[in-house]
Antibody, heavy 122, light 109 residues
Framework: EVELLESGGGLVKPGESLRLSCAAS????????MGWVRQAPGKGLEWVSG????????YYADSVKGRLSISRDNSRNTVSLLMDGLTAEDTAVYYC???????????????WGQGTLVTVSS | SFVLTQPPSVSVAPGQTASVACGGS??????VHWYQQKAGQAPVLVIY???GRPSGIPERFSGSNSGNTATLTISRVEAGDEADYYC????????????FGGGTKLTVL
């Protein structure tokens, strides 16, 4: 059974940094792309970042480009999201999700973690 | 980036059929995926590649995609289907940039 367990969320002040982690199990981690999706309180889903199975290709939504950095460690079955220069607009539940699909157009998220809450407030 | 438009809400009586629309320019040329999110829970994939159904998802859930509208159809709606539903596509077939619709709240009357 696929399990994705996020950690690292919490309360931070504007301008500060935070690192989220996601521990994966139940599948061959190094053969799947992974991503992060966030959901602001009372709002919809927003894809923020993705990384290829080998960690080489990295993707970011325009709204976070330059401030977020995704990485993965296939030896530890973990994917991380480093967030710099946080603002109140980054306040959200951040979900780790497993990609599935042969090509970009078919990529979808077939498994999700339970999410970790990031609150940015002074 | 590609914009997906969903109605904010849809209401349906138990046992009836619910249709949730997802609009976008020539969306019929893209692969559309659908997620169900119940209150306080993580999203769950219910339809992939327009009409594929993951294991464990009831046959009552189906999808279609043509022209400028993709549709999620839920037959014989049950109280447990009450949730937010989101559509998702890849913005650019040659690069990674994925987009969600704004979500539709399905209310079972």
């Amino acid at each position: 059974e696929v399990e994705l367990l996020e950690s690292g969320g919490g309360l931070v002040k504007p301008g500060e940094s935070l690192r989220l982690s996601c521990a994966a199990s139940g599948f061959r981690f190094d053969t799947y792309a992974m991503g992060w999706v966030r959901q602001a309180p009372g709002k919809g889903l927003e894809w923020v970042s993705g990384v290829s199975d080998d960690g080489v290709a990295k993707y970011y939504a325009d709204s976070v480009k330059g401030r977020l950095s995704i990485s993965r460690d296939n030896s530890r079955n973990t994917v991380s999201l480093l967030m710099d220069g946080l603002t109140a607009e980054d306040t959200a539940v951040y979900y780790c999700a497993k990609f599935r699909g042969g090509t970009y157009r078919h990529y979808h998220f077939d498994s999700w973690g339970q999410g970790t809450l990031v609150t940015v407030s002074s | 980036s590609f914009v997906l438009t969903q109605p904010p809400s849809v209401s349906v009586a138990p046992g009836q059929t619910a249709s949730v629309a997802c609009g976008g320019s020539n969306i019929g040329s893209k692969s559309v995926h659908w997620y169900q999110q119940k209150a306080g829970q993580a999203p769950v994939l219910v339809i992939y590649d327009d009409s594929g159904r993951p294991s464990g998802i009831p046959e009552r859930f189906s999808g279609s995609n043509s022209g400028n509208t993709a549709t999620l159809t839920i037959s014989r709606v049950e109280a447990g289907d009450e949730a937010d539903y989101y559509c998702q596509v890849c913005d650019n077939d040659n690069d990674g940039n994925w987009v969600f619709g704004g979500g539709t709240k399905l209310t079972v009357l």
